[in-house]
């Protein structure tokens, strides 16, 4: 892909929330970015915006300011210490979280406009509401990140039937975060996996998976990235190899 092009989009999504899609969406950017890719993080999540504060950024707009006053989406796009570009948005907005169709397509269609990236990932809300399900859309592909928790992989399942009755999503890939090792990482991957064969026809796709690790509560704790911080862990390593796997050219 050239930087003249159309930038590839992919979504890091959930079923339920608190499995880690932000942790995620950051450490996979700075891995990326650190390999010379140009990469776009934009923060998906209307009303209840989160990057900016595990980064300790304090933007001076958002997409609030884009929706509803007159910001160009390429005005608010801010340098990360990550190596990545970030789009900010807003958090305990009501109007931002209940944003009509009309308005989630202008978004939709501003971050489409940007073609000077490598790789745009969007950071999206959990669940199956409109909002979440319209930037799932938007993606080219779709990572749903989910850990050992039964609820983390029944709403996993609602959400992967949904985007694949409604939209024709047949094809996902999963992240599984917090895990002990590879081999509950496999374990936890073949169980939706089967799941989803059985009853929908669908294929995951595993991407790989990353440790529970006292290295990430002390990194967001401290407003850090964790594979900055600790760049010789075996989170580091995780990242290392979830970025390996992502169908990049």
Partial sequence: MTRSGKSPVISITSGKGGVGKTLIACNLATILAGQGRKILVADCDLGLANIDIMLGLRPRRNLKDVIYGDADIRDIVIPTKGGFDLIPASSGVREMAQLILERIDVIKAKIRSLRNYDLILLDTGAGISEVVLQFNLLAD?????????????????????????????????????????????????????????????????????????????????????????????????????????????
């Fill in 141 to 249: 592909r779709n990572i749903v990140v989910i850990n050992r928790e039964l609820t983390s992989l029944t709403d996993a399942y609602a959400m992967i039937k949904t985007m694949y009755q409604v939209f024709d999503r047949d094809s996902l890939d999963i992240i599984v975060n917090s895990a002990a090792g590879e081999e509950e990482g496999r374990e936890i991957f073949g169980r939706i996996s089967s799941i989803c064969k059985k009853f929908l026809n669908v294929r995951l796709t595993y991407l790989g998976h990353v440790l529970q690790d006292p290295v990430i509560p002390k990194s967001i704790l401290k407003q850090e990235i964790a594979v900055l911080a600790s760049p010789r862990s075996k989170i580091a390593a995780n990242f290392a190899q979830i970025a390996r796997a992502l169908p990049l050219k």
